[in-house]
Antibody
Framework: EVQLVESGGGLVQPGGSLRLSCAAS????????MNWVRQAPGKGLEWVAY????????YYADSVKGRFTISRDNAKNSLYLQMNSLRDEDTAVYYC???????????WGQGTLVIVSS | EIVLTQSPGTLSLSPGERATLSCRAS???????LAWYQQKPGRAPRFLIY???SRATGVPDRFSGSGSGTDFTLTISRLEPEDSAVYYC?????????FGQGTKLEIK
């Protein structure tokens, strides 16, 4: 069974850092590109970052460029999001999602909550 | 950067009726790389439609997608109470993989 489990969320002060993890099981992470998507409280979905399965190619939303870094460790079957210089507006549930838009695609984790507040 | 605009913002319909949700892109979405999701409160989004019109595995045939270029539609025929949710479209042809702002569907 394919599963994605995020962890590492919590309360952090503005300007602080946090590292999110996404543990994949039931499939080889190395075969898939991955995304981080976030959702602020009561708001819609916002795509945050993408990493390809090889090379890798990295893309970021303008709102996080230069502050967030997406990475992967295929040996550990894990995806990461390093978040630096955090702002109040980064408060959200962060989801990892497989970049897989086929008949059997669309796998998302359950999300981890990040609260940026003093 | 492509902007996806969904309409209406909120839709209130009765069971058995048909819902028509729109997603309009500010520029053409290549090869109809457009997906639809359903999200219920406190839950992760559920993948419904890919390639603008193909249903993901396990999605009831009451859900159908159509459109190309800049205009896309999600239709839900024969609404059921469990269809109450927020629906999002997303482009996945190239970065940024933008989402629309969502349409809230209420079942009376």
């Amino acid at each position: 069974e394919v599963q994605l489990v995020e962890s590492g969320g919590g309360l952090v002060q503005p300007g602080g850092s946090l590292r999110l993890s996404c543990a994949a099981s039931g499939f080889a992470l190395s075969s898939y590109s991955m995304n981080w998507v976030r959702q602020a409280p009561g708001k819609g979905l916002e795509w945050v970052a993408y990493i390809s399965n090889s090379s890798p190619t990295l893309y970021y939303a303008d709102s996080v460029k230069g502050r967030f870094t997406i990475s992967r460790d295929n040996a550990k079957n894990s995806l990461y999001l390093q978040m630096n210089s955090l702002r109040d507006e980064d408060t959200a549930v962060y989801y990892c999602a497989r970049h897989d838009y086929g008949a059997y695609g669309g796998y998302w984790g359950q999300g981890t909550l990040v609260i940026v507040s003093s | 950067e492509i902007v996806l605009t969904q309409s209406p913002g909120t839709l209130s319909l009765s069971p058995g009726e048909r819902a028509t949700l729109s997603c309009r892109a500010s520029q053409s979405v290549s090869s109809s790389y457009l997906a639809w999701y359903q999200q219920k409160p406190g839950r992760a989004p559920r993948f419904l439609i890919y390639g603008a019109s193909s249903r993901a595995t396990g999605v009831p045939d009451r859900f159908s997608g159509s459109g190309s270029g800049t205009d896309f539609t999600l239709t839900i025929s024969r609404l059921e109470p469990e269809d109450s949710a927020v629906y999002y479209c997303q482009r996945y042809d190239r970065s940024p993989y933008t989402f629309g702002q969502g349409t809230k569907l209420e079942i009376k």
